[in-house]
């Protein structure tokens, strides 16, 4: 089988192409000046530390639902700007590299990264939620009084954080202080466009049994047009709650559509937020089955199918 034969892989080191950047999930590589391979590998993190080992087809998955979603979106908001570019491999890439990014690589445009995380909630939970206990804000902002754990907010709000190094935690923000950052001349428009593909994503999502109860963006600067483009991973699982709609109850918590299995594991063995830990096979697998079917849902086909096509 075609997906069967990617290879589990928590480490990709090319050589026929430069590292130029690796974060938790992803390596990026120079393709040319306006260019990047975007890798993601099979890294999968739970309570803010990476797995020692890897969750078969995860970079596969998480890859194939942003092209998904870049094309969706496309469609739904004509005048967005995304990085995407192709999923085809770039001709500069040596036979050796083609094989070990198989399935889990794209070529996206190289964009100068506005340094906040936009995030965007419908349904208040996470750290939303504890804030709002504590003083009956969310980021600062004032939202209905009466709200219970997991209730959808009346309209999706813009609640971004900063955008912390390795290793350090995004911390919640104002949209003001947002602007500071990203600068005024861009704020506004960043939030707009925030909120109008988490609404465009989470109406496509909830057609087919998902909730998208709140997600992060990440855009960046076309410096020649001045255009805001949607960059990174888009509504994954990763960057996202996905909610089973059938299971979806307000007042308690929802169990992510993930990461419960791996949540649920490192809870039992007291290994929460320990570096280092191996995951059990049957762990790593039945997580993996969770991100399939996630991919299943939200585009119609299997990820065999989606790779052959
Ligand atoms: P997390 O997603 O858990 O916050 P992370 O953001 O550190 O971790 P990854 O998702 O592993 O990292 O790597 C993706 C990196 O690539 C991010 O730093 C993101 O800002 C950057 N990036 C995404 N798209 C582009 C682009 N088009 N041009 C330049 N950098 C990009
Ligand atoms: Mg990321």
């Known amino acids: 089988q075609y997906s069967m034969s990617i290879p589990v892989v928590t480490n990709i080191e090319l050589s026929?192409?430069?590292?130029?950047?690796?974060?938790?999930?992803?390596d990026l590589y120079n393709v040319d000046d306006k260019t990047l391979l975007?890798?993601?590998?099979?890294?999968?993190?739970?309570?803010?530390?990476?797995?020692?080992?890897?969750?078969?087809?995860?970079?596969?998955?998480?890859?194939?639902?942003?092209?998904?979603?870049?094309?969706?979106?496309?469609?739904?908001i004509p005048d967005l700007k995304t990085h995407f570019i192709t999923l085809d491999p770039p001709a500069n890439l040596g036979d050796a590299d083609k094989e070990l990014v198989r399935g889990r690589?794209?070529?996206?445009?190289?964009?100068?990264?506005?340094?906040?995380e936009a995030i965007v909630r419908g349904y208040i939970t996470g750290?939303?939620?504890?804030?709002?206990?504590?003083?009956?804000?969310?980021?600062?902002?004032?939202?209905?009084?009466g709200l219970?754990?997991?209730?959808?907010?009346?309209?999706?709000?813009?609640?971004?954080?900063?955008?912390?190094?390795?290793?350090?935690?995004?911390?919640?923000?104002?949209?003001?202080?947002?602007?500071?950052?990203?600068g005024e001349k861009y704020a506004a428009r960043i939030e707009a466009l925030a909120l109008k593909v988490y609404k465009a994503g989470a109406a496509y999502a909830a057609e087919r049994g998902i909730i998208i109860a709140d997600t992060k963006f990440e855009f960046g600067l076309d410096e020649e047009?001045?255009?805001?483009?949607?960059?990174?991973?888009?509504?994954?699982?990763?960057?996202?709650?996905?909610?089973?709609?059938?299971e979806y109850e307000v007042g308690r918590d929802q169990d992510s559509f993930d990461k419960q299995?791996?949540?649920?594991?490192?809870t039992k063995e007291g290994l929460k937020g320990k570096d280092g830990v191996e995951m059990p096979a049957d762990i790593a697998q039945s997580t993996s089955e969770r991100y399939l079917d996630a991919f299943k849902r939200l585009t119609g086909k299997t990820l065999q199918e989606a790779l052959q096509g």
């Open 148 to 182: 219970q754990q997991c209730s959808p907010f009346p309209e999706p709000i813009y609640t971004p954080s900063t955008k912390a190094e390795l290793g350090q935690h995004d911390e919640n923000i104002t949209p003001e202080q947002a602007a500071k950052i990203v």
């Open 38 to 76: 975007f890798v993601t590998t099979d890294r999968i993190s739970a309570y803010d530390v990476i797995m020692a080992n890897g969750v078969p087809l995860k970079g596969a998955v998480l890859t194939n639902i942003s092209a998904h979603w870049f094309k969706v979106l496309q469609e739904r």
């Open 16 to 26: 026929s192409l430069a590292k130029l950047a690796s974060g938790k999930v992803r």
């Open 127 to 145: 750290s939303a939620w504890n804030e709002y206990k504590k003083s009956g804000t969310v980021h600062g902002l004032a939202v209905p009084a």
């Open 105 to 116: 690589s794209m070529q996206v445009r190289k964009l100068k990264v506005f340094p906040v």
């Open 225 to 246: 047009t001045d255009e805001i483009v949607l960059i990174d991973e888009v509504l994954t699982p990763d960057s996202s709650r996905f909610w089973p709609a059938d």
């Open 261 to 266: 299995f791996l949540r649920n594991w490192l």
